[in-house]
Nanobody
Framework: VQLQASGGGLVQAGGSLRLSCAAS????????MVWFRQAPGKERNFVAG????????RYVDYVKGRFTISRDNTKNTMYLQMNSLKPEDTAVYYC????????????????WGQGTQVTVSS
């Protein structure tokens, strides 16, 4: 199983980025997918999640209205559209796959990607 996260980079505050997470080696439609992020010296925290069908999503409060999670099951890929980025969004963003619904705890997920760095300058 491989989850390949990409799309990170350096952007100014107020800008946008689109992250992708390409999955291989698993039955993509059997898995709920999530994004977590981890800032330097801090814990890995839940950001957004989407169930296997794409029919339900969940966001942490501080990204609601700015971030949109989606998935394309024909491409085995999940996305995170991030708009109105703030310096406090700076972190390594990780995608993960699990079968226990959208949980905010890291232990609920079976597979993790390697992370992609997002840096937002002020």
């Amino acid at each position: 199983v491989q989850l390949q996260a990409s799309g990170g980079g350096l952007v100014q505050a107020g800008g946008s980025l689109r992250l992708s997470c390409a999955a291989s080696g698993l039955t993509f439609t059997s898995y709920d997918m999530v994004w977590f992020r981890q800032a330097p010296g801090k814990e890995r925290n839940f950001v957004a999640g989407i169930i296997w069908s794409g029919g339900s999503t969940r966001y942490v409060d501080y990204v609601k209205g700015r971030f949109t999670i989606s998935r394309d099951n024909t491409k085995n890929t999940m996305y995170l559209q991030m708009n109105s980025l703030k310096p406090e969004d700076t972190a390594v963003y990780y995608c993960a796959a699990g079968t226990q619904g959208i949980a905010s705890t890291t232990w609920a997920y079976d597979f993790w990607g390697q992370g992609t760095q997002v840096t937002v300058s002020s």
